[in-house]
């Protein structure tokens, strides 16, 4: 565990980051600072629960906001299904309270370091992960009405440094490379001509088929 938990400190101050960022946001919408902490806690889904914040406050109705982050958080049945047979031999109780702490931070680190995964060296990233981030959710909730606009500061780009540097720790190879850079110059074409965030589906299902069909394997 100790491997994963320090290969995912450089993710923390990011993670920290976004997190205060989220809980300023909860606490201005109008959520009582333990309704944010207890989202963060139950939920555990930073890009999920910054989706259901703004529509918290909209008053949209339970079952859109049910289906909204559902949808959002689709693309951890495809991390869970490869992470599962690395935590085959652990005890069924302790598949749930491992489900519920998949996050795509830990599940990059831990693919990056080796594939299949190693089950400890996840855990390790999780914890790092989980803590800054429930860290920094109690810190937003009080500093909130400090931040009235994140954007100003900047603020707004902690959650798009982190996925940077999970890109980052993954270009390993001629071909990672060139997955990354035409997933890019789609998504940046797409959003020229589309609105909302097709570019991001748009992008990542086209290029990352293209490149499982036509590449081949490169040795790492």
Same mark, same amino acid.
């Given at each position: !565990?100790?491997?994963?938990?320090?290969?995912? @400190? &450089?993710?923390?101050? $990011?993670? *920290?980051?976004?997190?205060?960022?989220?809980?300023?946001?909860?606490?201005?919408?109008?959520?009582?600072?333990? %309704?944010?902490?207890? !989202?963060?806690? +139950?939920? *555990?889904?930073?890009?999920?629960? *910054?989706?259901?914040?703004? !529509?918290?406050? &909209?008053?949209? $109705?339970?079952?859109?906001?049910?289906?909204?982050?559902?949808?959002?958080?689709?693309?951890?049945?495809? !991390?869970?299904?490869? @992470?599962?047979?690395?935590?085959?031999?652990?005890?069924?109780?302790?598949?749930?309270?491992?489900?519920?702490?998949?996050? #795509? %931070? $830990? *599940?990059?680190?831990?693919? &990056?370091?080796?594939?299949?995964? #190693?089950?400890?060296?996840?855990?390790? $990233?999780?914890?790092?992960v989980a803590a800054s981030f429930m860290g920094g959710v109690p810190v937003g909730t009080q500093l909130g009405g400090l931040v009235a606009d994140p954007n100003r500061w900047g603020l707004d780009f902690a959650f798009p440094a982190v996925f940077l540097a999970l890109v980052?720790?993954?270009?390993?190879?001629?071909?990672?490379?060139?997955?990354?850079?035409?997933?890019?110059? +789609?998504?940046?074409?797409?959003?020229?001509?589309?609105?909302?965030?097709?570019?991001?589906?748009?992008?990542?299902?086209?290029?990352?088929?293209?490149?499982? +069909? @036509?590449? %081949?394997? %490169?040795?790492?």
């Open positions: !565990m100790r491997g994963g938990f320090v290969a995912s @400190l &450089a993710l923390v101050p $990011s993670v *920290f980051v976004y997190a205060t960022v989220f809980g300023g946001l909860a606490v201005q919408a109008g959520l009582r600072p333990l %309704e944010v902490w207890g !989202m963060s806690v +139950l939920v *555990f889904a930073g890009a999920a629960q *910054f989706v259901a914040v703004p !529509m918290l406050a &909209a008053g949209a $109705s339970p079952l859109a906001i049910i289906l909204t982050t559902y949808v959002i958080n689709m693309r951890h049945y495809l !991390m869970a299904a490869t @992470l599962a047979p690395a935590f085959r031999g652990f005890p069924r109780s302790w598949l749930a309270l491992i489900a519920h702490g998949i996050n #795509d %931070e $830990s *599940f990059a680190v831990a693919v &990056a370091h080796r594939n299949p995964p #190693d089950p400890w060296f996840y855990l390790g $990233s999780a914890a790092a980052a720790v993954q270009l390993r190879r001629r071909t990672d490379w060139l997955v990354a850079l035409a997933s890019g110059g +789609l998504a940046i074409a797409v959003a020229l001509v589309l609105p909302g965030n097709w570019h991001i589906v748009i992008a990542g299902v086209v290029v990352s088929g293209a490149a499982a +069909l @036509l590449l %081949e394997p %490169e040795p790492v």
